[in-house]
Nanobody, 120 residues
Framework: QVQLQESGPGLVKPSQTLSLTCTVS??????????WSWIRQPPGKGLEWIGY???????YYSPSLKSRTSISRDTSKNQFTLQLTSVTPEDASVYYC????????????WGQGTQVAVSS
């Protein structure tokens, strides 16, 4: 069974970098045709796609967040990591990692989500 688990600090100070890791079990993140995404949901708002890293290692980001986003991976640990720089209170959200079949937004497995607050 595929499982995803987010980890990282629950509180980040403004202007600092948010860093979250998703640990995947039950499926290799290097298996073709799967894309490993980060998605967030601010309080009272809908889901917002942040970006993904493909099985090949290539990345693609939301245009609105591209300048501040980096997604990388550690294949030896079957993990992928989100870094979001220069955070503001508007970046406070529940952050999810998810598996996307085909890179077209068909998410079949999700992590439970992790709440991140931005405050000094």
């Amino acid at each position: 069974q595929v499982q995803l688990q987010e980890s990282g600090p629950g509180l980040v100070k403004p202007s600092q970098t948010l860093s979250l890791t998703c640990t995947v079990s039950g499926h290799s993140i290097t298996t073709n045709s799967y894309y490993w995404s980060w998605i967030r949901q601010p309080p009272g708002k809908g889901l917002e796609w942040i970006g993904y890293i493909a099985a090949s290692g290539s990345t693609y980001y939301s245009p609105s967040l591209k300048s501040r986003t980096s997604i990388s991976r550690d294949t030896s640990k079957n993990q992928f990591t989100l870094q979001l720089t220069s955070v503001t209170p508007e970046d406070a959200s529940v952050y999810y990692c998810a598996r996307d079949r085909g890179g077209v937004g068909e998410y079949d497995y999700w992590g439970q989500g992790t709440q991140v607050a931005v405050s000094s």
